[in-house]
C-alpha cells in the first residue's frame, strides 16, 4: 500500500493567498485527520472526518480554514487568505475506525510557508 | 483536560539502551501508542499498548506501562543512528477518535 499521500510536500506563497493542501488517505479507511505541527503548539488536531462526514471540526482556528471530503479517496484543507501565523507542517492521517481503536496512519506532510 | 508530558530532549551513545519516558493525566486512556518522526517526514507508528497491559515487547522495542502513576516508558535496545528521530508519546480513551499527544522527545544517537 501506498499509505497517505499529500502534496504538495513543500508551499510557499505570500500573505493573503488562497492555499490548497491534498491527501490521499490509505484505501479503505473510513477516518480522515488534518493536524497542525507547529515548534509552539505541538501537534493539532484540525479537524475529523469519518465516511466522508466533518464530525469534529472544533480545532480549526478561523474561518479562514476549510476542509473538504468529496469522496473515500480525497480531501482537502483551504485556508484563504493565507497569514504569516499558518506557517507549520500540515499532516493528514487516516485510520481504520473499529467500535474501539482508532489506529492513525500519518502522510509525510505539507510544509507551508506563508511569507 | 487531558495533558501528555516528555521530557524533550534525550541523548545516547550508540549500542546503548534508551528510556524515554511519558507521564499522562487520563484516567480514562485505553490506549498508548509511540510514534516516530524522523527529519522531513510523517509521524510512524512504533507501538502500541492496552492500559490492561504492563509490557508489551516487540524486537528492540520494550513499552512498560504503569498505570497506578500513569507512567509510560519506550526503552530502545542496542540504539543506532538511526533511531535518531522525535518520538511521541500519544493516548486515546476506547470509543474516541481523539489522540492526545505528547510534546514529543528529540533522541540523538552518538556515534
Known amino acids: 500500500d501506498a499509505g497517505v499521500i499529500q502534496s504538495p510536500r513543500h508551499e510557499v506563497t505570500e500573505m493573503g493567498q488562497e492555499v490548497t493542501l491534498r491527501c490521499k488517505p490509505i484505501s479503505g479507511h473510513n477516518s480522515l485527520f488534518w493536524y497542525r505541527q507547529t515548534m509552539m503548539r505541538g501537534l493539532e488536531l484540525l479537524i475529523y472526518?469519518?465516511?466522508?462526514?466533518?464530525?469534529?471540526d472544533s480545532g480549526m482556528p478561523e474561518d479562514r480554514f476549510s476542509a473538504k471530503m468529496p469522496n473515500a479517496s480525497f480531501s482537502t484543507l483551504k485556508i484563504q487568505p493565507s497569514e504569516p501565523r499558518d506557517s507549520a507542517v500540515y499532516f493528514c492521517?487516516?485510520?481504520?475506525?473499529?467500535?474501539?481503536?482508532?489506529?492513525?496512519?500519518f502522510g509525510p506532510g505539507t510544509r507551508l510557508t506563508v511569507t | 483536560g487531558e495533558d501528555v508530558e516528555q521530557s524533550l530532549f534525550l541523548s545516547v551513545r550508540e549500542g546503548d539502551s534508551s528510556v524515554i519516558n511519558c507521564t499522562y493525566t487520563d484516567s480514562s486512556s485505553t490506549y498508548l501508542y509511540w510514534y516516530k518522526q524522523e527529519p522531513g517526514a510523517g509521524l510512524q507508528l512504533l507501538t502500541y499498548i492496552f492500559s490492561n497491559m504492563d509490557m508489551k515487547q516487540d524486537q528492540r522495542l520494550t513499552v512498560l506501562l504503569n498505570k497506578k502513576d500513569k507512567h509510560l516508558s519506550l526503552r530502545i535496545a542496542d540504539t543506532q543512528t538511526g533511531d535518531s528521530a522525535i518520538y511521541f508519546c500519544a493516548e486515546s480513551t476506547s470509543g474516541t477518535y481523539k489522540y492526545i499527544f505528547g510534546t514529543g522527545t528529540r533522541l540523538k544517537v552518538l556515534a
Open positions: 472526518f469519518n465516511n466522508n462526514v466533518p464530525i469534529d
Open positions: 492521517a487516516s485510520s481504520l475506525s473499529g467500535d474501539n481503536y482508532y489506529e492513525q496512519y
